[in-house]
């Protein structure tokens, strides 16, 4: 608080000081009731008051958010545009090509299939009779730790739920298991709970920066989820994939890089070549079936999926050296890294 500040000469006279007392008295009484009136203005002022932000947030986005029904479960997705597009998580709808999707107004639509990006975990569903607003997608790209990201899904069936956090971190790649490696993630504190995947994660203007799909797991809670570490798809990953899958059904240009080769974990440590796609990559480079790929780029490789998360740092058409391990022991081979193929 600003205070004011007064002086004044020594008076003669006891009347001359009691005058200037008061004069100073009444002075300080209005200062003090000023700055109460500008305290309690701040503090009702609705452009600092979070509550009344964030719900302007939901009520730009949450229209956006659609609930998605399949034989496998409830998931969640976003409008992506005005023709019926919905995108979502390529686990939401795996191994299904009907769909039902429920919308704002509460009415349900049948969907199909568009195409899917099990890699990057993306997938777009199409939606036939439905009024939908597409949702206003960011530039991932200028997302700064520390902003306010707001969840919004239907966890557990509960539609269009939303949660409240912040961006943790941005630009991590993490593993979501089975061979599948998500580069560019963004980290939050925002619960990400079961059926949030494929939903929005917004920014305060309620422009969505990423796709919630994943909490992490913490081995010493029992592999449960642990509490205030999610993750989403960026936005920036979105609006590359699926415009492809829109247009031709998969990815044609995916931006990943590829080794070529099918890889099984084996229990003593390393990721085991079960096959070589012929002309590929892995087998320019002389990699065969059988051995084992202990080390890509620097990084050690004891699983699968820890290969997967050394290529999605890196891009096509860079050449890496891959550590191999096979009968005649352990080598190191360069590897011109191709582009993986949509599907």
């Not at 009484?29 to 609705?46: E, F, H, V, Y």
């Not at 084996?266 to 070549?273: D, N, Q, R, T």
């Not at 891009?315 to 391990?325: M, S």
Request: glycine share 14%; proline share 6%.
């Amino acid at each position: 608080m600003k205070w004011s500040q007064f002086s004044s000469r020594r008076r003669a006279g006891i009347g001359g000081a009691l005058v200037v007392l008061c004069a100073v008295a009444i002075v300080l009484a209005i200062a003090l009731a000023r700055n109460g009136d500008q305290q309690t203005a701040t503090a009702a002022s609705p452009s600092t008051a979070p509550s009344d932000g964030f719900a302007e947030t939901v009520d730009a986005a949450a229209p956006s958010v659609v609930q998605i029904r399949s034989a496998r479960g409830l998931g969640s997705g976003i409008v992506f545009d005005g023709d019926g597009h919905v995108v979502t998580n390529a686990h939401v709808v795996a191994g299904a090509t009907r769909f039902q999707v429920t919308v704002a107004d509460g009415s349900t639509h049948s969907a199909t299939l568009r195409g899917t990006f099990p890699q990057g975990d993306l997938a777009v569903i199409e939606v036939s009779g439905a009024n939908l607003r597409p949702a206003r997608f960011a530039d991932s790209s200028k997302v700064r730790t520390g902003e306010y990201a707001l969840a919004i899904g239907n966890p557990l069936g509960l539609r269009s739920s939303v949660t409240q956090g912040i961006v943790s971190s941005t630009s991590r790649t993490v593993s979501e298991g089975g061979g599948v490696a998500l580069p560019s993630a963004i980290q939050t504190s925002a619960a990400i709970n079961p059926g949030n995947s494929g939903g929005a994660l917004v920014d305060a203007s309620g422009a969505v920066i990423g796709v919630p799909t994943l909490a992490a797991l913490d081995p010493e809670l029992g592999g449960s989820a642990a509490p205030g570490i999610g993750f989403a798809i960026s936005s920036n990953t979105v609006r590359s994939i699926a415009p492809q899958l829109i247009a031709h059904g998969r990815v044609v240009s995916s931006g990943r890089a590829w080794l070529g080769v099918d890889l099984r974990t084996m229990a003593g440590g390393g990721a085991f070549v079960a096959d070589v796609v012929p002309g590929g990559p892995a087998a320019d480079a002389g990699i065969k079936p059988d051995e084992l790929i202990v080390r890509v780029a620097g990084s050690a490789t004891p699983t699968t999926d820890d290969v997967a998360v050394a290529l999605a740092d890196e891009k096509p058409g860079a050449t890496i050296p891959v550590e191999v391990r096979g009968p005649n022991g352990t080598q190191t081979v360069q590897v011109k890294l191709g582009q993986a193929p949509g599907s």
